[in-house]
């Protein structure tokens, strides 16, 4: 089988480097500047960010089972 020729590659590495991106660095960043910011945002800025959750919809279903959200419960509670 012969060897894929370098643009085969570079193509194959730069569809991975994007799915990757796509679906795991950018949901995870948006998540976290939700969870950072939820209670403090703007109008605008609460806009842009319902967009970037439509627009990055299926990386955060992907990162949704590993994410707990709930607040901290009370320690030394009975």
């Avoid at 060897?3 to 193509?11: A, C, G, K, N, Q």
């Avoid at 990055?56 to 994410?67: E, Y």
Wanted: glycine residues 10%.
């Amino acid at each position: 089988m012969p060897m894929p020729s370098f643009d085969t590659l570079l193509l194959l590495g730069l569809v991975g480097a994007l799915g990757v991106t796509y679906l795991v660095l950018a949901p995870a960043a948006l998540m976290a500047w939700l969870h950072w910011r939820w209670h403090v945002m703007g109008k605008v800025e609460r806009l842009l960010s319902y967009g970037l959750v439509f627009l990055l919809f299926p990386g955060l279903i992907l990162l949704s089972p590993f994410v707990n959200l709930r607040p901290a419960g009370r320690h030394g509670a009975p």
